[in-house]
């Protein structure tokens, strides 16, 4: 924890910027998946109308689109989880060492 402390000193702006990022990047992925089990499940809503099978992965559902970068199952939730919460750490940490340089 001492390398990433000394980190954020010698470059507190670049390391808020860079936690504001990977916070941004993590909230963007949870609407993503929220999104995205919306239209699964607005698409099982209309295969249940013609009696088909329903659709457990988005994949499945849009195979034309990468989804593999959507969170679907508790694997994919924790590591959005983490990165949200790292970012929210590294802000605040470097919103820290930033007030406490301009005193």
């Known amino acids: 924890m001492n390398w990433f402390y000394a980190r954020i000193r010698t470059s ?13 990047a993590g909230a963007l992925l949870i609407v993503a998946a929220l999104f995205g089990r ?29 989804t593999w970068m959507v969170p679907e199952g508790p694997v994919g939730y924790s590591v959005v989880a983490v990165l949200v919460l790292v970012g929210m750490v590294l802000v605040v940490k470097a919103s820290e060492v930033a ?5």
């Open 12 to 24: 507190p702006k670049a390391a808020l910027i860079a936690g504001k990022a990977v916070f941004l």
């Open 38 to 66: 919306i239209e699964l499940i607005g698409a099982n809503a209309e295969r249940a109308k013609t009696q088909l099978p329903a659709l457990t992965k988005l994949a499945e559902a849009y195979p034309q689109f990468p």
């Open 99 to 103: 007030k406490s340089a301009r005193r």
